[in-house]
């Protein structure tokens, strides 16, 4: 099981990390993290720098591919290449998710129209925009694709892709594995569960 | 507020994401990826691969310092030099903290004997055997000395002191910003709840 996550300058880490550490206990999982120019991706915030194992021109194929959003995907909505190649790879693939705003990159290469779909809370205007209808849930299938919502979701819906995949039995054993047992010492992870204040401060 | 997160060959690599995700958010907050050596830095699963900002040896100080485990922190717990730039990391820092087996790495440094501490559920005697006392709880605060226990618990380790740090709304702000409203699929994030079949697979 080949997963290619393209990675990107200003991406948001976490979204590519969470569901990667999920996939890649998945036995016989390949992890590629393919970019479109050859050097160093940074991420949104300046660190941390990864250096991708791929060019995304050199993937032929994947069974699952991870769109990861963060600042730098909104902007490359607009990256005709770069949309073509997450239409190639997704025509192959058996799965083609996404996490956060990588739902737009996703919605740009027209693999959301008249699906329904999860991004990132402050994204789905722009995801609408793209023929897709917004579902507020952290994790959402529609046949073959999934959507989820903002940063951490990526975690949630790779286990349950898990589950798709190898069978409720290994996401288990996964889940384990990554001690994923939520304990927000804060219940302010939705618009609709946090304090107006806080929702003031990303304002 | 520097937070400083060591990074090394084999680690895990969310232990080391999830933190950053969240402390990168605090108003004024650089975070710096440091290994001993330059060079890149390759996950224990073989990606992704990270370019560290700076060498450990350079890093003179820092106000949160933040140690990841993985397989390659259990190998590192008899590295007498790491050890050392722990131990001067630490005294110098606000905050000393580890996720998941980081805390074993922390305990060879000598910086948890006698602490309450938690650490990966496969990894308890070790932990111990340091002079900590093993504590089955998701995130333990002892003064300014915090262990989390598996990978994930970083998230919520790193939630819980930005409330600390820089009080509950901002807290509560950030953990809006990666949406962090878990919703596992399934119950089995510690070895009291996943079920047999799955802790065989792990076996």
């Not at 991406?11 to 590519?16: E, F, G, I, K, S």
């Given at each position: ?49 990864l250096l991708p194992d791929a ?134 992870g939705s618009p609709a569960k ?10």
């Amino acid at each position: 099981m080949r997963v290619v996550i393209p990675v990107f300058e200003g991406l948001t880490v976490l979204d590519a990390i969470g569901p990667y550490e999920v996939l890649r206990m998945v036995p016989g999982a390949e992890v590629v993290f393919a970019a479109d120019a050859a050097g160093p991706v940074r991420a949104h915030s300046g660190t941390p720098v990864l250096l991708p194992d791929a060019l995304l021109a050199d993937v032929d194929a994947c069974d699952v591919l991870v769109v990861p959003g963060g600042p730098g995907a909104r902007s490359r909505t607009r990256d005709a290449a770069l949309s073509a190649t997450l239409r190639r790879l997704s025509a192959g693939a058996e799965w083609t998710t996404s996490v956060c705003t990588g739902a737009l990159l996703l919605g740009a290469a027209g693999l959301l129209t008249g699906l329904r779909a999860t991004t990132h809370w402050s994204a789905v205007d722009q995801l609408e925009a793209y023929g897709a209808t917004y579902t507020p849930e952290r994790v959402v299938f529609q046949g073959r694709t999934v959507t989820a919502a903002g940063v951490s979701a990526g975690i949630d819906m790779a286990l349950a892709l898990v589950g798709r995949i190898a069978g409720r039995t290994r996401a288990e054993a996964i889940q384990l594995a990554i001690e994923y047992d939520p304990q927000p010492p804060f219940d302010a992870g939705s618009p609709a569960k946090a304090p107006q204040a806080a929702k003031d401060l990303l304002a």
